[in-house]
């Protein structure tokens, strides 16, 4: 169900369900449904499936992204750009990258937002990647090739 089918059906269930409310409720709920911001909310209630393919992908990959708070930690000095777990973390977060990239189906504008070449830069200006890091190289090429393979 896309666009105004779909709103018609969250509305005619919203109104199955106000009869329950009392009389009050019923007619706020009558201006409601006629109101452009319903329109508004349920446009971004009911996404598309690119862009809920895309807000997905982007939660993945924030989960363990190493620069929010671990490299703070390194400009502060508390931890070093060498540190073995900081290590793991960002292999661990380039991993999750590559899996995220080769598992969803988006277009190019989509896919052009989870671009990592300027995460990655971030974290070899930091020293905590080395700019031959085989991963950094193979995430940046499958990047490369998921968007060149990517539809319009």
Not at 24 to 44: F, H, I, P, V
């Amino acid at each position: 169900m896309q666009g105004d089918e779909a709103r018609k059906a969250v509305l005619g269930f919203r109104r199955r369900g106000h009869r329950r409310l009392g009389p009050c409720r019923r007619r706020s709920l009558r201006k409601l449904r006629g109101s452009a911001w319903t329109w508004l909310l349920l446009d971004e209630l009911i996404m598309d499936p690119v862009e809920e393919a895309l807000q997905r992908a982007i939660f993945t990959i924030s989960q363990s992204d190493p620069i929010v708070k671990l490299l703070e930690q390194v400009r502060q000095g508390r931890m070093k750009a060498a540190d073995a777990g900081l290590r793991a973390v960002t292999e661990s977060w380039l991993a999750t990258y590559r899996k995220t990239l080769g598992a969803a189906a988006l277009t190019k504008s989509a896919l052009r937002r989870l671009n990592p070449a300027p995460r990655t830069a971030l974290l070899i200006e930091s020293g905590i990647l080395s700019a031959d890091h085989r991963a950094v190289s193979d995430l940046q090429q499958l990047f490369e090739q998921t968007l060149s393979s990517a539809p319009e």
